[in-house]
């Protein structure tokens, strides 16, 4: 079995024992369904890993399991909005789903934070750098203009902007979009 798929797994028992013994979890199939608040499995107490697969066990309110591979969950969210996504058998944060612009994930890496983006929320996570934003946008010219001109040398493209209550590069695509 994929060791980083134990980790993963070993994530997310920690990340809902906090709040699956009073709350609900909503576990979503798709990203639509993220979007929408429409979760396809009802009534979920938690979430934990499969021992000895790459497999997934939702427990229901009424204490029935129900076994599901990795990939067919997308992810899972709290009645506290937290809202996490699992990708490649890894575990992300969402930071921001932004159905007009940009996904932004955080992973928690010791005691660092490490940023990640995908184009769309059912797109390849990538590493949040200019690089990778560059790669991923090759072809949107006024994004790439924003990334050099605006976006200094000592700022990091996760910076979250107070004043627009967004991501800064969500709020340059924003921009080019609304062109």
Same mark, same amino acid.
């Given at each position: 079995?994929?060791?980083? *798929?134990?980790?993963? *797994?070993?994530?997310?028992?920690?990340?809902?024992?906090?709040?699956?013994?009073?709350?609900?979890?909503?576990?979503? &199939?798709? &990203?639509?369904?993220?979007?929408?608040? @429409?979760?396809?499995?009802?009534?979920?107490?938690?979430?934990?890993?499969?021992?000895?697969?790459?497999?997934?066990?939702?427990?229901?309110?009424?204490?029935?399991?129900?076994?599901?591979?990795?990939?067919?969950?997308?992810?899972?969210?709290?009645?506290?909005?937290?809202?996490?996504?699992?990708?490649?058998?890894?575990? =992300?944060?969402?930071?921001?789903?932004?159905?007009?612009?940009?996904?932004?994930?955080?992973?928690?890496?010791?005691?660092?934070?490490? =940023?990640?983006?995908?184009?769309?929320?059912?797109?390849?996570?990538?590493? *949040? =750098?200019?690089?990778? *934003?560059?790669?991923?946008?090759?072809?949107?010219?006024?994004?790439?203009?924003?990334?050099?001109?605006?976006?200094? $040398?000592?700022?990091?493209?996760?910076?979250?902007? @107070?004043?627009?209550?967004?991501?800064?590069?969500?709020?340059? $695509?924003?921009?080019?979009? &609304? @062109?």
């Amino acid at each position: 079995m994929n060791s980083k *798929l134990i980790i993963t *797994l070993i994530t997310v028992i920690f990340a809902t024992y906090g709040f699956s013994q009073s709350n609900e979890i909503a576990v979503y &199939s798709t &990203s639509k369904e993220m979007y929408d608040s @429409k979760s396809t499995w009802k009534n979920v107490k938690s979430l934990r890993p499969a021992l000895w697969s790459d497999s997934l066990i939702l427990v229901s309110k009424v204490k029935t399991k129900s076994k599901y591979a990795s990939n067919q969950i997308w992810g899972y969210g709290a009645k506290n909005g937290s809202l996490n996504g699992i990708y490649k058998n890894d575990l =992300y944060k969402v930071s921001l789903a932004d159905t007009s612009a940009v996904c932004i994930y955080t992973k928690k890496s010791g005691k660092y934070t490490k =940023y990640y983006f995908s184009k769309t929320a059912d797109s390849e996570i990538l590493p *949040l =750098y200019k690089s990778t *934003l560059k790669q991923a946008f090759a072809t949107n010219t006024c994004f790439i203009q924003k990334i050099e001109k605006e976006l200094k $040398l000592y700022e990091d493209p996760n910076q979250f902007e @107070k004043s627009t209550g967004t991501f800064k590069i969500a709020q340059f $695509l924003k921009d080019c979009y &609304s @062109k």
